[in-house]
T-cell receptor, first 112, second 110 residues
Framework: DGGITQSPKYLFRKEGQNVTLSCEQN?????MYWYRQDPGQGLRLIYY???????QKGDIAEGYSVSREKKESFPLTVTSAQKNPTAFYLC???????????FGPGTRLTVL | GQNIDQPTEMTATEGAIVQINCTYQ??????LFWYQQHAGEAPTFLSY????GLEEKGRFSSFLSRSKGYSYLLLKELQMKDSASYLC???????????FGAGTTVTVRA
């Protein structure tokens, strides 16, 4: 079955540590996205990538970094520079011709 | 920029009908998506409207008026499992990214 996987589902981190969230898709989609969701709020775009080895900042990129070395994978690193990293993180992917985005199950990050 | 507004919360009784409105002001417009998101889970696709009018899909229908910058999602014969957040998202004409509203939390009561 095709889909998007994110791991882990729950992640705890100490303040001052970097942490990397995994996102893998086997839908053969070219575009991939990272969103952050806070309680009672919609999805805010962190980074997105149209093609391998290329990515662009979204609306709230500060304190985050990404890489796109393979079409299937788009990991997100939450750095210690991110002031308020506790949130629900969602990864998504889409084709170019169809704007519908397919979402992974999400990773809930808690900074202790 | 993009400005997308939808109500924060709505409550309805099992078996009833609820209409969730979404208004948008965007720089270019391709179409409008509705997603359903249960607490702690990923959003799932409900509908995509490109042309004006009503599209019906079982108990759920979605309406679009491009000239008014307005859409609604209609949920009929509400069931307890319909308790969720409903996200309105706009696809701009010059971009493949989506801009999301804050979401409307619908609570269905017995």
């Amino acid at each position: 079955d095709g889909g998007i996987t994110q791991s882990p589902k729950y992640l705890f981190r100490k303040e001052g540590q970097n942490v990397t969230l995994s996102c893998e898709q086997n839908l053969n989609h070219d575009a991939m996205y990272w969103y952050r969701q806070d309680p009672g709020q919609g999805l805010r775009l962190i980074y997105y990538s149209q093609i391998v080895n290329d990515f662009q900042k979204g609306d709230i990129a500060e304190g985050y970094s990404v890489s796109r070395e393979k079409k299937e994978s788009f990991p997100l690193t939450v750095t210690s520079a991110q002031k308020n990293p506790t949130a629900f993180y969602l990864c998504a992917s889409s084709t170019y011709t169809d704007n519908e985005q397919f979402f992974g199950p999400g990773t809930r990050l808690t900074v202790l | 920029g993009q400005n997308i507004d939808q109500p924060t919360e709505m409550t309805a009784t099992e078996g009833a009908i609820v209409q969730i409105n979404c208004t948008y002001q965007t720089s270019g417009f391709n179409g409008l998506f509705w997603y359903q998101q249960h607490a702690g889970e990923a959003p799932t696709f409900l509908s995509y409207n490109v042309l004006d009018g009503l599209e019906e899909k079982g108990r759920f229908s979605s309406f679009l008026s491009r000239s008014k910058g307005y859409s609604y999602l209609l949920l009929k014969e509400l069931q307890m499992k319909d308790s969720a957040s409903y996200l309105c998202a706009v696809s701009p004409s010059n971009d493949y990214k989506l801009s999301f509203g804050a979401g409307t939390t619908v609570t269905v009561r017995a």
